[in-house]
């Protein structure tokens, strides 16, 4: 598998909603990063769906480089 293009080498700052469903983008081609628009359909990526459990500031992976979650494990340090 190709690595994914990497949207920006820090994570994305969001408010997420509790029980609202969101489409992580996983190959970082969205225009609308950190969240999916599409843009991976010519990709062997897939958008990483997730439900917030509350309503709260999170900080999504922007990199691409972490472990396939949604959420900043800190790897784009390693960048
Ligand atoms: Fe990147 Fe959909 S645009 S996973």
């Known amino acids: 598998m190709a690595d994914p293009t990497i949207a920006q080498k820090s994570p994305f700052e969001v408010e997420l909603e509790a029980g609202k469903d969101y489409y992580w ?3 970082g081609l969205s225009k609308k990063q ?8 010519e990709t ?6 997730f439900t917030a459990e509350e309503t ?3 900080y999504l ?13 800190g790897s ?3 960048l």
């Open 61 to 73: 992976c922007g990199c691409k480089r972490n472990d396939g979650t949604p959420f900043c494990d």
């Open 44 to 49: 062997e990526f897939e958008p990483v769906k």
């Open 76 to 78: 784009h340090k390693e």
């Open 25 to 27: 983008c996983s190959c």
């Open 34 to 41: 950190p969240f999916c628009d599409g843009s991976h359909k």
């Open 56 to 58: 709260k500031t999170a």
